[in-house]
């Protein structure tokens, strides 16, 4: 049985990184993710995934290429890609202790992504996050260690600038 | 032949811009280039690499299956039943022994030879399984590409690639012994015609990246192969200086062996791009669907005698670098949508680098030239049957 402090404080987490994400703060997105040089964000389809094909549509493996996606998107892409607002959606499934006050969990989400010169509102990707949270007792606080976004949509419906 | 026409300038460095948005044009396309006597690469031989592995996938409207046969051959079926022409197989990708169509419970076994048809007693007079197989285009390799074609008429696929192929061997990392490591699949709000015309002339102009890692392009050429205009490019590797932007460098680094030719670009016309940078050995099988929207499967792949470290090398690389949502990259598929947007204005779009004479096409070219685009719209012309004015 997980204690409710831990899934409100995982349910915590998700929310503060779907609102990054949703007001394009990437400091935000990073603040989101474990100081610890292991911390990872990878985001791949469920085919490439089920079939162990490592290669993914981002793959940061260590915090400081969590940092460098960051740094690709508010300086080296801006001023070229036609820019859209996301909304993400996502339910907490199930968390399980994995001890040294670990814990994983999956989260289901969709996201919907608005083009800003069309205006027209369409669906991004949906999926589930598989995560590795850890959880902090003092002050009831989690932190990714690693966040996979596993997206049942196999062929997106435009090339992706912000992770999801 | 459908008899579809369209006013084509005079000047040799000009496309019109309707080309990329008529959906007359585009069924006429399907006709002559998709269906007609091209070579089309649809997979590699690594996607499917034991006896009797299998993989869905299309030629433009055409649903076809590429499967590791049990005899040990590649082989590409029409994925439609002999009988009534049901899709005979759903799944992206598989391992079977034998495929059966649910609607009658026809079996094939993975040569395609029909080995079962229920109730066969009460058919027609004379039936012979023999003569029911799964259909197969004609079908070619070239170190484990997999090449179709809908045409009798087409050309050899040696004659097709021409001098294209040393690139392209360089580029399949020496000898096409791959192992598959994954895919990125997207859809761009493109002609297929945009996204197969990307130039020379801006790599260096719209990546930002390249400016601010201090990466210089190193000295290489450009040039077209055979009367389609396939487009090669081969580059030297140089590194990046200025790494200061970024914390993590290791997904610029070149573990091969050979950096003279490290980066190469393969074009064959109609749609096909490969691309081998730094360790990066990606086959794109890109579809057109409809004047309006190309789908791309970026493959990934490394080589079968790699290490443990060099194939995780490849696996950051190839996720980060050079795909739709690539460090360097990411841009051209911005460049590709927006570029149809601006397509449905009237008039011509330009080429203009490179170019010293408008009334032919220029044999040589260097390596960030734009001229590397206009044989292959040459061709592109003459197979649609479209009159140059003045002509």
Known sequence: ?164 | MSDVTLDWPQEYNKVPKEAFTRHDIYKAELERIFYGPEWHPIAHAAEVPNKGDFKTTRLAEVPLIVTHSQDGDIRVFFNSCSHRGNQVETALRGNKTEFECPYHRWLFNTEGDLIGCPNAKEFSPGFEKKDYPLEQPRTELFMGVVFVTFSDKTCSLTEFLGELTSTFKDLLLGDGQLKLLGYQKVRYKSNWKSYNDNDGYHAPLLHKAFRMLNWQGGKGRQYNATIRGHLGFESALTVASGTKTLKDNSILEFKGSDPSKGSCIVGLFPTFVATKHLDVCNLRFANPDGPDHIEVHYAYFAHVDDDDEMVQHRVRQSSNLLGPSGLVSMEDASVFHRIHIGNHTPGNAVFQKGVHDTKSIPETMMQNDETGQLKRWEYYREVMGFQRKGA
């Open chain 1, 1 to 164: 049985m997980i204690a409710a402090k831990i899934k409100d404080a995982i349910t915590g987490l998700n929310a503060n990184y779907i609102s990054a994400l949703d007001n394009k703060n990437m400091q935000d997105w990073l603040a989101a993710f474990s100081k610890t040089y292991e911390a990872s964000y990878i985001c791949t389809s469920a085919d490439n995934s089920e079939n162990d094909l490592p290669v993914s549509m981002m793959y940061d493996d260590s915090r400081n290429r969590l940092e460098d996606r960051a740094t690709y998107i508010t300086d080296i892409w801006a001023g070229t890609f036609q820019d859209y607002r996301t909304r993400h959606f996502t339910q907490l499934l199930s968390v399980a202790d994995i001890g040294s006050g670990k814990f994983a969990a999956k989260t289901s989400f969709q996201v919907f992504f608005t083009p800003d010169e069309t205006g027209v509102s369409e669906i991004l990707a949906v999926g589930v996050y598989e995560d590795i949270i850890e959880f902090n007792p003092k002050d009831c606080s989690c932190l990714f260690v690693s966040r996979k976004a596993v997206t049942d949509t196999g062929v997106l419906p435009r090339y992706l600038v912000y992770p999801i």
